[in-house]
């Protein structure tokens, strides 16, 4: 195997294991910032010796094991306290088998889960949260986190470097939390997934309208939560929704990059696979009261089940959005409350419903909330009305694509 194969299967072997490795480590030394180094200390390690020596059966492994010696180098090098030294020298000894080619055992699993919910802190922000996870999990370089979010470097070096610090400073233990503080740390774990694939979906500013990059790092950290959290029915509503959701990937954009509305999508294009996953994801998620991403994910449902727009249960969608909207008050899901009783009781019905949000300071800056305006005004004939709404929209907007698109629609209203 030549020098390029093998750095090739070395950033594979990374993007695949990165989060067991950096858990597996972290496990020993209990420091995720320090884990990170020492990670990154074993994959040049494996850039030096496999084009030499061949790469491991089981590349994870000897990443995992070379990283854990490399820990306890550098307690050595710092002269740490005999009694935790050797501490890690029984840690050792009992977690590192010293055959590259082992499997990994069982536990590193449960180092994993430890990792998503430091990576995931609530101490930090979602924004922090986000590039840690895709950092730390993902196995993303800096260069590759600044681009998916249209940002510097520098800007997001800085971020993960104080994420760190900040998880230092507040000493977050190396844990799963108790079942007392399970759930809200659950959340943030959800919302820093959900966040990522947003951003994949529908980019919030530059030229393009989807970066689905994002979308499939988001969707494999939910399959990964599925596994290591087989009985939490939101980890499961999570993934069903973004399975259905990126089932439309492909259908979203039209030859030219341009945005294609949910309507206009050709539905053949829609990716069937995703939709199975997603729909048997839904059924697990069935298993408890219905909570917020399992809410959505039988929204995304009625959307996947409807061969064609009219066949959609806009009247069923509706209603979810109703009970969203009683467990998670947000003028957002009663915008698109308003969308959905637009469809199914009329465009005036829904008209009211959106024009009641005007007035909230949290949507004074949303774009959708006079796109959606816009939309019920020319579907009822206020063609220079709705211009006013598109162009104010448009105006709102960071995303260049949508920004066409919505000028667009404004000098349709003109004809």
């Known amino acids: 195997m030549g020098q390029s194969e093998v750095r ?10 990165a989060g067991r490795v950096v858990a597996g480590i972290a496990a020993v030394v209990r420091d995720v910032g320090l884990a990170e180094e020492l990670a990154q200390d074993a994959l040049v390690a494996a ?20 990283g854990k010696r490399r820990a306890v180098d550098t307690v050595r090098r710092r002269q740490t306290q005999e009694r935790t030294l050797a501490k ?17 055992d ?13 990576a995931c802190h609530p101490v930090l ?18 260069g590759e986190i600044a681009r998916a979010f249209l940002t510097s470097e520098p800007t997001v070096g800085q971020r993960i470097t104080r994420a760190k610090q900040a998880l230092a400073a507040a000493r977050v233990p190396f844990e799963v939390p108790g079942r007392a503080e399970r759930a809200e740390r659950l959340d943030s774990v959800l919302e820093v997934v959900y966040l990522i694939f947003n951003e994949g979906y529908a980019a919030t500013a530059g030229d393009d309208w989807m970066r689905p990059a994002l979308c499939q790092e988001a969707l494999r950290l939910a399959r990964l939560l599925q596994g290591l959290m087989p ?13 259905i959701q990126a089932s439309r990937t492909h259908a979203r954009t039209g030859p030219d990059g341009a945005p294609v509305l949910l309507n206009d999508q050709d539905r053949s294009r829609w990716d069937r696979l995703l939709i199975r996953r997603g729909l048997a994801a839904l059924d697990l998620a069935r298993a408890g009261q ?6 959505q994910a039988e929204i995304a449902a009625c959307h996947a089940r409807a061969r064609t727009p009219e066949e959609t249960d806009w009247a069923r969608i509706a209603g979810l959005y109703a009970e969203l909207a009683r467990l998670v008050p947000s003028p957002v899901v009663e915008l698109n409350r308003a969308v959905a009783v637009a469809y199914a009781e009329g465009p005036a019905a829904g008209l009211e419903l959106a024009r009641a949000l005007a007035d909230d300071p949290a949507l004074e800056s949303y774009h959708p909330l006079p796109s959606v305006l816009g939309d019920l005004l020319a579907k009822l004939g206020r063609q220079d009305e709705a211009r006013v709404e598109f162009e104010r929209a448009a105006s709102l907007t960071g995303n260049a694509r949508e920004r066409a698109l919505l000028l667009d629609r ?6």
């Open 8 to 17: 090739g299967t070395v950033e594979t072997v990374w993007r695949m294991e």
């Open 47 to 66: 850039l030096e010796q496999w084009p030499r020596d061949g790469v491991p059966a089981n590349p994870g492994a000897w990443l995992t094991t070379v």
């Open 88 to 104: 890690l020298g029984r840690d050792l000894d009992e977690q590192v088998t010293p055959d590259f080619d082992a499997r990994l």
């Open 106 to 118: 069982e536990p590193i699993e449960d180092d994993l889960l430890r990792l998503i919910f430091v």
């Open 125 to 142: 922000s979602p924004i922090a949260r986000a590039a840690l996870t895709l950092r730390l999990l993902g196995g993303l370089t800096v």
């Open 231 to 243: 009985d939490e029915p939101e980890v499961h509503g999570l993934a069903a929704l973004l399975e």
């Open 290 to 295: 219905p909570g917020p991403y399992v809410l």
């Open 410 to 415: 404004a000098a349709a209203c003109r004809s």
